[in-house]
């Protein structure tokens, strides 16, 4: 039985509001990347969540501006 087929049993076996093929592949990936990484989910898409963040200021600030709002935000 393909992984898909067998996802959707589950679903309809716990019969619960929410409770999709997505949501639990979510769940799959969730605690995959954790155990892998040895990393909590949350701080591997806070981590995530800042490269973007600085990537997308370097397109509009120089390197020596980013290190200043870094080096100003660390202070606090």
């Known amino acids: ?3 898909v087929e067998k ?9 619960i ?7 639990i592949m979510r769940e799959v990936v969730r ?13 591997l898409l806070l981590k995530q969540r800042l490269k973007a963040t600085l990537q997308q200021y370097q397109q509009i600030a120089s390197p020596k501006e980013v290190r200043e709002v870094l080096s100003d935000y660390l202070k606090d």
Request: glycine share 6%; charged share 20%; hydrophobic share 40%.
């Open 1 to 3: 039985m393909p992984a």
């Open 7 to 15: 996802l959707d049993l589950c679903v309809m076996q716990f019969g």
């Open 17 to 23: 509001k929410g409770v999709t093929r997505t949501a």
């Open 31 to 43: 605690q995959l990347l954790e155990r892998v990484s040895e990393t909590s989910y949350a701080e």
